[in-house]
């Protein structure tokens, strides 16, 4: 029995006519024979709503309430899809993730599937039907409906097809695939036909929106194909895929941006076995994301100037953290909302040398500072003044053969 997944984002389920198209998308799978197992999304701006909803009647809302609220939005969907199969003649039914199960474990908000009971769904799929799923929910050990966090639908996706051994599994949305970078801030930039799982990890984790990190990792670990296309085109997407499948000319495969960031320099620390520590485990109590971190030792070895990355919102919790710690001593507290991460991303680099050379060489050609540098194995990344992003974007693009 040869199945394939199906899920399709908010922008692809946002309106009727849209639904219809759906439709359309999963009688052709069936036309080729194919086992079909659909999950969706809400329709586009049912879940910021019903977040919205859930502020206004209080701001510190019941979690497991919240979970219940927020993952209505998805049986509308659903209901709207298999309402359009039947009408076409079908036989298709929307399924909650409570009613296969899909077990989950973790907080509210904040679950993963760990287990999906399989056998009612495939006692329906062999009797020819096509279940269409509600994405980004399961339920937990306590019989309460549980989220898996925004962007969860295409964790749903993945682990349904590692559970049900699909051969395919597809990530319908409102963009043609994964491009070299945002093609909203660079208009040369290329549609990518291949990315390894690392790469796309990577980009994903820095600033590119077309899915969750923790979608990727799943897939990564469990191996499982995605392709990410339009729902709007038949053009091919872009496949994600194990490394070892890909053959790739190119030394960097594709660039990123963040807008949300900002830069906290403490000045005039004193250097001192457990200091780090002292400044960053408040911050990780009250939930706050370091990302880079700079440190600088003073000439008489007896002071440092600690800077790191956090995101934007968290400017005010993280003043207040370090002001309210009594552990550390420094002269001077500095912020900087005005910054912006620039990455290049690429398992071409491994065995590339230059590449950083090269980079840094392309900022300084075009007059842009460098203030933070951090580097994994096939990614790096610098913190520079978020006015110059465009320009910095244009350059590296070019200089690493993107635009072509």
Not at 75 to 84: D, E, H, T
Not at 254 to 281: H, R
Not at 359 to 373: D, R
Request: charged share 25%.
């Amino acid at each position: 029995m040869k199945i394939v997944v199906l899920k399709f984002g908010g922008t692809s389920v946002g309106s009727i006519e849209k639904i219809k198209n759906v439709a359309n998308i999963i009688e052709s799978f069936r036309k080729k024979k194919l086992k079909v197992i659909v999950v969706s999304s809400a329709m586009s701006g049912v879940t910021n709503d019903l977040v919205k909803k859930s502020k206004e009647i209080s701001e510190s809302f019941a979690e497991a309430e919240y979970d219940v609220l927020v993952s209505s939005g998805e049986q509308v969907a659903c209901s709207l899809i298999a309402g359009r199969l039947i009408h076409k003649g079908y036989k298709s039914r929307s399924w909650l993730a409570w009613q296969i199960p899909i077990l989950t474990q973790g907080p509210h908000k904040h679950s993963r599937i760990n287990l999906i009971v399989k056998n009612n769904l495939l006692d329906y799929l062999k009797s020819g039907g096509i279940p269409i799923i509600t994405g980004f929910q399961g339920i937990n050990n306590n019989q309460r409906v549980s989220t898996i966090g925004r962007g969860g639908s295409d964790a749903s996706a993945i682990m349904i097809a590692r559970f049900f051994k699909a051969d395919k599994c597809i990530i319908y949305t409102d963009v043609e695939g994964v491009y070299t970078t945002d093609p909203n801030k660079l208009k040369k930039a290329k549609k990518i036909k291949v990315i390894s799982y690392e790469e796309m990890l990577e980009m994903a984790s820095l600033g590119a929106k077309v899915m969750q990190p923790v979608s990727i990792q799943d897939a990564r670990l469990n191996r499982i194909n995605i392709e990410v296309k339009s729902s709007f085109t038949k053009k091919l997407g872009t496949l994600i895929t194990k490394r070892s499948n890909i053959i790739n000319n190119k030394t960097i495969t594709g660039i990123t941006s963040t807008q949300n960031d900002a830069k906290v320099t403490l000045v005039g620390v004193k250097d001192k076995p457990g200091v780090a520590a002292s400044i960053f485990q408040p911050l990780s109590k009250n939930m706050i994301n370091v990302d880079m971190v700079v440190q600088n030792i003073s000439a008489n070895g007896k002071e440092t100037d600690l800077t790191f990355t956090i995101k934007r919102e968290d400017l005010n919790k993280t003043k207040k953290s370090i002001l309210n710690n009594k552990k550390i001593d420094f002269r001077n507290l500095l912020f900087d909302s005005n910054v912006s991460k620039i990455s290049i991303i690429g398992v071409g680099m491994i065995t590339t040398p230059g590449v950083t050379y090269r980079m840094f060489q392309t900022l300084a050609k075009n007059n842009i500072n460098i203030l933070v540098i951090s580097t994994s194995e096939i990614k790096i990344s610098v913190l520079i003044n978020k006015r110059n992003v465009k320009k910095a974007l244009a350059a590296l693009h070019k200089e690493f053969n993107l635009d072509k």
